[in-house]
């Protein structure tokens, strides 16, 4: 079982719409809670970071973490043509040094 | 500021061949991260180094994988007897913290083909 699990989509939302990126996770030990973008061809940048139960808020982007449920999700609001990229879910288990990557989700926002 | 330079970006070896790929982390960041990102997928953990020391290797495919970092700044990749199935981008990451750093930094990769 992988640890990190994402629909690889494809998303596509029409600009102004709000997109929303799911993720779970398998071990109960997770800690920290990541989301990358990764346009095709370069190199992840990260984007939001959570650590502790609920939402937290940075400019259009919300990541939102239920640890009882193993689940993060990300949300863009006000979506605009630049979000166009894959989003990377990471997580850090609490016993080691690795970061767990999902296979990501490809987002298209349609102007 | 500068941020994590790797090189070659792009390194195309016949089977068999031995590589190197470089990683310079930002300077003064005590945390460094191999990862391999195959076509499609998200990054494999390869290896992690706090400052000089290497931690944890558990990610290394094989023993023809080796990674060093000996002053605890540039880092070193080496694939000996490089394989087809190696063929991915390699990414090097860097992060200020040690232990469980929350934040990484990365370079833009190194795409090794293997012909």
């Known amino acids: 079982q992988k640890e990190v699990e994402q629909n690889s989509g494809p998303l596509s939302v029409p600009e102004g719409a709000i997109a929303s990126l799911n993720c779970t996770y398998s071990d109960r030990g997770s800690q920290s809670f990541f989301w990358y973008r990764q346009y095709s061809g370069k190199s992840p940048e990260l984007i939001m970071s959570i650590y502790s139960n609920g939402d937290k808020e940075d400019g259009r982007f919300t990541a939102q973490l239920n640890k009882a449920s193993q689940y993060v999700s990300l949300l863009i609001r006000d979506s605009q043509p630049s979000d166009s990229a894959t989003y990377l879910c990471?997580?850090?288990?609490?016993?080691?040094?690795?970061?767990?990557f999902g296979t990501g989700t490809s987002l298209t926002v349609i102007p | 500021g500068a941020g994590v330079s790797q090189s070659p970006r792009y390194k195309v070896a016949k089977r068999g061949q031995d590589v190197a790929l470089r990683c310079d982390p930002i300077s003064g960041h005590v945390s460094l991260f191999w990862y391999q990102q195959a076509l499609g997928q998200g990054p494999e953990f390869l290896t992690y180094f706090q400052n000089e020391a290497q931690l944890d290797k558990s990610g290394l495919p094989s023993d023809r994988f080796f990674a060093e970092r000996p002053e605890g700044s540039v880092s070193t990749l080496k694939i000996q007897r490089t394989q087809q199935e190696d063929s991915a981008v390699y990414l090097c990451?860097?992060?200020?913290?040690?232990?469980?750093?929350?934040?990484?930094?990365f370079g833009p990769g190194t795409r090794l083909t293997v012909t």
């Open positions: 990451a860097s992060s200020p913290r040690a232990g469980v750093p929350p934040e990484q930094y």
């Open positions: 990471a997580v850090t288990i609490l016993t080691g040094n690795q970061f767990y």
